[in-house]
């Protein structure tokens, strides 16, 4: 019923999924739609209807449907927009809509392109102006030898009396500057309708022209990229009598034509009595309500615009060549790219002529909507010529965006990935849970692993490569800001992470949401992804382009199978990092060039460099460029703050990381294994989202690695009760094996200055940083004064 409600014309959605939850009785339920107001809307009308069929309640739903549709007339793409934005879907094209009006745009980055309505990026704003002149207009026209009305501006109405004698009754009166037919008079033969039809020009316009009245019918012709596209006979607003109605119920009958709409939101507009309606009524002998004799046909307008209520038959077949060149050469002398020319013609079939045909006026940003659903003949695939003029053919506005998700080392990843691509000289963007950067300019901060924050980059205009890490959070509230991404890297599911959050309860529901990103994958893409992970591995069955399996062993089964049939690996043997591809292998650097890696000693990092460098060269990023990338991204407070950060601080060992789940203190613990201090302090904490048993697994994995343990809550409660997230690491820190004293601080700078007075020289402190940046910023300003010192493993 919600679809139901938003569908239009020129828009059908029939997407929706209905999954249960964990609470017997509750379910989800999500539905495509346009605009999200429209659909919340309309699924509360849809929830109040079938409540009034189940318990009998009252409900005007014609009422509530009536102003839901006349919501999406004011809020929704219009027609012409409408089939822009279509015919760049269709072409797979990028499409963001900017602003609640008509501006859209079109691809990413650098390749981007935009549209407002009948507007390009290619729309020459000195051709808007020329054509908003309608006097110029006519004499750059005249000048080029094309047939034009003669006219002149008026002063006053005695001037424009004046004009019109000089030029020969009957006369055209219109502003200067108006459009969409508004207050323009036709057909003028007394100084009573020359006075009126100059007041009404005035009060629309500072300026107003008289010109000479060209015979025949109407016609609205396009010319698109020096094309001519399309062609419509126009018909002016009328009424039919049937001698019962008056000229007003005959108007508001003839406007419950569903394809009418106010301005510009359907197919036809609805036809308005104003003061030009009056005034022609009046020439007619009528008024609104004046009851006219069954069959005679009243106009209600002399100008034929649809925007007043007129309807089009469309007639491109039948225009003669000479009057479409004609159109062309009109377009072509003011510079518009899309031009709607409106013409005067005896016969559209016959050459152009003094006799047969006269340019009335030129119209940037002409309405489309004429071409699309004429009231007659045949439609026109308008916003495919306008979108064909702005790519070119198999363009998309694409941009190589590489997205990375997993449960642990997605934002060193991300980072490093960013850095390989910034060997190139491409202005490379990319987003993470520390900031948005483009071209190393920080534009945001914070946590930004979001689709809000990736459409940041993507609409960056220098951006020419994207790297984005993709948060299972974000997936949840609104998917992904991209419909496919050139990579998809997945680093590890392992145990899982913030289960139980969302109706995410097993991990392996954690990785169907994680794995989005690989069923996104473009057909000519790749998917780089852990082959010692199972979970991730099974992704490789959704993906729809390549495959890349990378391990940090050079004994993964999976792997070698894959590259037997063909595809691509990367692996590591005897401190090295390998390339397979079929079933050849070629060592690519040796992991004592990789500082990230420590000559490969910590293992975690060793598998984010293998996922990193597999995005690079799935991109087919030049090997050599790779290599200088690998060798120059340093594990420092500089290129990777907040992980795995190694210091000297007065003789005590002090390491950094933002580790925070049991696969990550893992990881972190093996690594730590590899150093020679005895005495060992750790400053912890964990989000408040983990469940209880998680939160005591980190306590016991922490009791037998440290003397100390510094338990502390920063920023990332949650939702708990003060000390809480302490009392449960505390918890699975009792009947400690090794950890001799526990102490639970509120606010973790405080736990990290105690925890360093409590240290001597020789011994290590691990801090976990709940707020990465914050500890970052205390330990330089607080410890290391001007320079950090790296300590070797």
Same mark, same amino acid.
């Given at each position: ?36 107001? %429209? ?80 507007? @390009? ?151 308005? %009595? ?12 009528? &008024? ?142 990319? @987003? ?91 057909? @000519? ?179 037998? &690695? ?88």
């Amino acid at each position: 019923m919600t679809l139901a409600l938003q569908n239009r014309p020129d828009l059908v959605l029939n997407f929706f999924m209905v999954t249960p939850t964990s609470q017997p009785g509750v379910f989800r339920v999500a539905i495509q739609y346009d605009e999200e107001e %429209i659909a919340r809307s309309g699924f509360e009308i849809a929830r109040r209807l079938l409540e009034t069929a189940l318990l009998g309640l009252p409900f005007d739903f014609q009422a509530a449907a009536e102003a839901l549709h006349e919501r999406a007339d004011d809020i929704c793409l219009g027609p012409s927009t409408r089939a822009m934005v279509n015919a760049a879907i269709a072409c797979c094209i990028p499409v963001r809509r900017l602003t609640e009006g008509s501006l859209v745009q079109l691809g990413w980055g650098r390749k981007q392109k935009k549209i407002l309505a009948a507007a @390009t990026s290619q729309t020459s704003a000195i051709a808007e102006d020329i054509v908003q002149d309608k006097d110029l207009t006519r004499i750059l026209l005249h000048q080029a030898g094309l047939p034009v009305p003669r006219g002149r501006p008026a002063k006053d109405v005695d001037d424009a009396w004046a004009a019109a004698l000089e030029i020969g009754l009957p006369v055209v009166i219109k502003p200067r500057d108006g459009n969409q037919g508004r207050a323009v008079s036709l057909n003028l033969f007394t100084r009573e309708q020359v006075n009126a039809a100059f007041e009404a020009a005035q009060a629309e316009g500072d300026s107003v022209i008289v010109e000479q009245f060209a015979e025949g019918d109407d016609y609205r012709l396009l010319v698109i990229g020096k094309q001519f596209v399309a062609a419509s006979r126009r018909k002016p607003a009328h009424v039919i009598g049937d001698g019962k109605h008056t000229i007003t119920e005959l108007v508001a009958i003839v406007n419950e034509d569903p394809r009418r709409a106010s301005d510009h939101a359907a197919a036809l507009s609805k036809i308005r %009595i104003d003061t030009v309606a009056l005034a022609v009524l009046t020439e007619q002998g009528m &008024e609104p309500d004046s009851v006219p004799a069954k069959g005679r046909q009243i106009l209600i307008r002399r100008n034929a615009n649809l925007s007043t209520g007129g309807t089009a038959v469309d007639v491109t077949d039948e225009v003669h060549p000479s009057i479409k060149n004609a159109c062309i050469e009109a377009a072509n002398m003011v510079g518009l790219d899309i031009c709607g020319l409106d013409l005067v013609a005896i016969d559209i079939t016959a050459p152009l002529s003094d006799r047969n045909g006269c340019i009335i006026e030129l119209n940037a940003r002409p309405g489309l909507r004429m071409h699309l659903y004429p009231s007659e003949g045949k439609a026109r695939d308008v916003g495919t010529a306008v979108i064909s003029t702005m790519f070119g053919p198999g363009e998309q506005g694409r941009i190589p965006v590489i997205a990375i998700t997993g449960v642990n080392g997605k934002t060193t990843t991300t980072r490093f990935a960013a850095h390989l691509l910034n060997q190139t000289n491409w202005t490379v963007g990319h @987003t993470s849970t520390d900031g948005v950067f483009v071209g190393g300019r920080m534009l945001d901060s914070g946590d930004c692993s979001g689709p809000k924050s990736a459409r940041r980059v993507l609409a960056y205009p220098l951006t020419d490569a994207a790297v984005l890490e993709v948060a299972r959070g974000g997936i949840l509230r609104e998917g992904l800001a991209f419909d496919r991404c050139d990579v998809a890297v997945v680093t590890n599911i392992g145990e899982g992470d913030h289960l139980g959050l969302n109706e995410v309860h097993t991990i392996e529901e954690l990785a169907f949401v994680k794995g989005c990103i690989v069923r996104n994958v473009s057909p @000519t893409g790749t998917a780089v992804l852990n082959a010692a992970d199972p979970l991730v591995v099974k992704m490789a069955e959704t993906c729809p382009g390549n495959i890349l399996f990378f391990a940090a062993t050079s004994e993964n089964e999976i792997l070698h199978a894959h590259c037997r049939k063909g595809g691509k690996g990367l692996l590591v043997r005897d401190g090295s990092i390998w390339t397979v591809e079929g079933g050849q292998e070629t060592k690519f650097i040796e992991l004592s060039e990789v500082p990230l890696t420590m000559s490969g000693t910590i293992s975690f990092q060793v598998e984010n460099t293998l996922a990193a460098l597999g995005s690079a060269w799935a991109l087919g990023i030049d090997p050599d460029l790779i290599r200088q990338g690998m060798r120059s991204f340093a594990p420092g407070f500089d290129q990777n703050a907040g992980r795995f950060n190694v210091l000297d601080i007065g003789g005590i060992t002090v390491v950094c990381d933002y580790g925070h789940n049991i696969d990550a203190l893992r990881a972190l613990l093996q690594s730590l294994r590899h150093f020679p201090n005895q005495r060992r302090i750790v400053v912890y904490s964990s989000a408040g989202d983990r469940r209880d048993e998680d939160i005591i697994i980190q306590g016991q994995m922490l009791s037998t &690695e440290f003397d100390e343990a510094w338990l502390y809550e920063g920023d990332y409660v949650r939702g708990r009760k003060s000390g809480e997230i302490m009392a449960l690491l505390a918890k699975g820190l009792q009947n400690a094996q090794r950890t001799q004293r526990v102490e639970s601080i509120l606010g973790h700078l405080k736990a990290v200055d105690l925890a360093i007075a409590s240290a001597k020289p020789g011994d290590l402190v691990m801090i976990q940083a709940d707020t990465a940046d914050e500890t970052v910023q205390h330990l330089q300003q607080g410890y290391l004064n001007v320079a950090t010192s790296q300590v070797s493993a």
